[in-house]
DNA sequence: TTGTTAATGAAATTCATTTTCAATAAGGAG
DNA sequence: CTCCTTATTGAAAATGAATTTCATTAACAA
């Protein structure tokens, strides 16, 4: 009672249930975080969002936790210039989508326009490549770099 | 005299020179290493070599000199998921490629075979991001994730 | 309800990178 | 060549994201 979307039996908790881990208030909060949000956020913006949530949670927990859904393949973790990763949820609303970079400012935009064309160029060079290098493609990353909006010169 | 190759005028001390910068020779030995590897060197990899050339470098002018090299528009920086940054001459030999990248142990390996095409779209895919996106792009990261020859269970 | 053990928070630690600061040397002017 | 300005340097200290340690807690199967 009164446990949140997606938690019960088939959602997340079954997804953790299911690889043997469990489900709790902490893994919880984190993930709802990353559930409400459209922005790429690194963990100690979670930590600090995840708080209001839980407000016992620790920021190892955290960083536990992200550890713990990038090793599912629940969420990526981005690396851009800065230094500290950001994440977002693999399967949002969001879906498929690659990302504007901006080298001043560090935003991350989102972008899924033309994404067809480039994701059935990037299947064939996957399967070419595979043969080529003996390589096991799992996942690809597509970033532009350059300034955004809001740093025009 | 005794000058090693392209660090006259026109060259290595002429791209520092106009910037206002000087040459140095831990410059140079930093230069000499990216210049002389096909790999893609972290900074203590190439403190390492650097101090074979120039016994009395310091790991803080490695720093330094990388740092200064990206700016320029001279070498590239690559974050894969490990954690050290990894560099590699823009104007190489090796020409515009990209990268696939193995999670387990984290080499890289470059690959320009169906890059022309690659880049092409990615070219028009550029031009139609700019606009729609008001992102002035200057560069591009393509990268595969998997598992690499060796690494294969 | 109980037992097993995965998960946790706080504190300590790691480690790549950056900063500080006094000493050095690149290279233009004379 | 010599002198001078100041960019550059190395060593040591500082930073900061991420990880590890360890004693305690709580998920959940039985
Ligand atoms: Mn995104
Ligand atoms: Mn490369
Ligand atoms: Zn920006
Ligand atoms: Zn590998």
């Known amino acids: 009672m009164g446990r949140g979307k997606c938690f019960g039996q088939g959602g997340w908790h079954g997804k953790f249930h299911g690889r043997g881990y469990r489900m709790t208030a902490g ?3 984190v993930i709802n975080v990353l559930s409400s949000t459209k922005e790429h956020l690194s963990a100690d913006e979670i930590f600090i969002r995840a708080r209001k949530l839980n407000p016992d949670i620790g920021l190892t927990t955290v960083y536990r936790t992200l550890e713990r859904l990038s090793i599912m393949g629940e969420i990526h973790r981005l690396d851009p210039g800065d230094k500290r990763a950001r994440f977002e949820l693999a399967e949002s609303e969001k879906g498929h989508h690659h990302h504007l970079v901006c080298t001043k400012c560090n935003r991350i935009i989102d972008y ?3 994404i067809d064309d480039e994701v059935k160029l990037l299947s064939e060079t996957e399967k070419k490549l595979s043969k080529k290098y003996d390589f096991k ?5 597509i970033q532009f770099y350059g300034e955004c909006k809001e740093c025009a010169e």
């Open 112 to 114: 899924d326009d033309f």
């Open 27 to 29: 893994r919880e909060a």
């Open 137 to 141: 493609i799992n996942n690809h990353l």
